[in-house]
């Protein structure tokens, strides 16, 4: 059974930049796997950060990038803020039309 | 403006069926290219992509869920529909649905406001 993986948690301080990863534990990732990057805070729906691996959605600040690094899907937060203290989701597209998303990534912003 | 509401049962006893509906408005759920999801989440716990219907009708699961799952969709409420089968205290979790538009894999949005499903006997 195919499992999308992302780090349990990541701390990072104000201004600083961390890195999240997304992978496939029967691969590599790919921008076949459109790769996307929601962000949640408790008590809310997520909210789109980047989707089909690159693409920001709309009102998302320019801090927040994406790539493929290796052979996994990135986000990038380049000078964290404290309202970047959330939840983290990757989800891939796995074909056949079936998406699977990761466990989430905490990040503290500390 | 295209919002989205699920509506349940709230409560529900194991070995029940779950139902749950997604009432649309602002968009067609017939229109478009566009999928018309279903997505849970347990409490404290991550997000499960559990399926989607499309504008033409084409249904995907997932595939762990597969066994116990239909979507199906009301063209004349606008609405679509989520049946679970058989539920456990594993299922409790809240119920969202979300809309993926098209050129944009993996987008989904907007989402409802989710709908909280407890199963307990």
């Known amino acids: 059974q195919t499992v999308v993986t992302q780090e349990p948690s990541f701390s990072v301080s104000p201004g600083g930049t961390v890195t999240l990863t997304c992978g496939l534990s029967?691969?590599?990732?790919?921008?076949?796997?459109?790769p996307s990057w929601y962000q949640q805070t408790p008590g809310q729906a997520p909210r789109t950060l980047i989707y089909?691996?690159?693409t920001r959605s709309s009102g998302v600040p320019d801090r927040f990038s994406a790539s493929i690094l290796g052979n996994k899907a990135a986000l990038t937060i380049t000078g964290a803020q404290a309202d970047d203290e959330s939840d983290y989701y990757c989800?891939?597209?796995?074909?056949?039309?079936?998406?699977?998303f990761g466990g989430g990534t905490k990040v503290a912003v500390l | 403006q295209v919002q989205l509401q699920e509506s349940g049962p709230g409560l529900m006893k194991p070995s029940q069926t779950l139902s749950l509906t997604c009432a649309v408005s602002?968009?067609?759920?017939?229109?478009?290219?566009?999928?018309w999801n279903w997505i849970r989440q347990p409490a404290g716990q991550g997000l499960e992509w559990i399926g989607r219907?499309?504008?033409?009708?084409?249904?995907n699961y997932s595939p762990s869920l597969k066994s116990r799952v239909t979507i199906s969709r009301d063209t004349s409420k606008n609405q679509f529909s989520l049946n679970l089968t058989s539920v456990t205290a594993a299922d409790t979790a809240v119920y969202y649905c979300?809309?993926?538009?098209?050129?944009?894999?993996?987008?989904?949005?907007?989402w409802g406001q989710g709908t909280l499903v407890t199963v307990s006997s």
């Open positions: 089909n691996t690159y």
């Open positions: 989800v891939l597209y796995l074909g056949r039309g079936i998406w699977l």
């Open positions: 219907i499309h504008t033409s009708g084409g249904i």
């Open positions: 029967s691969g590599s990732v790919s921008t076949k796997n459109y």
């Open positions: 979300a809309r993926e538009g098209p050129s944009h894999p993996g987008d989904y949005f907007p």
């Open positions: 602002g968009d067609s759920i017939t229109s478009g290219d566009y999928y």
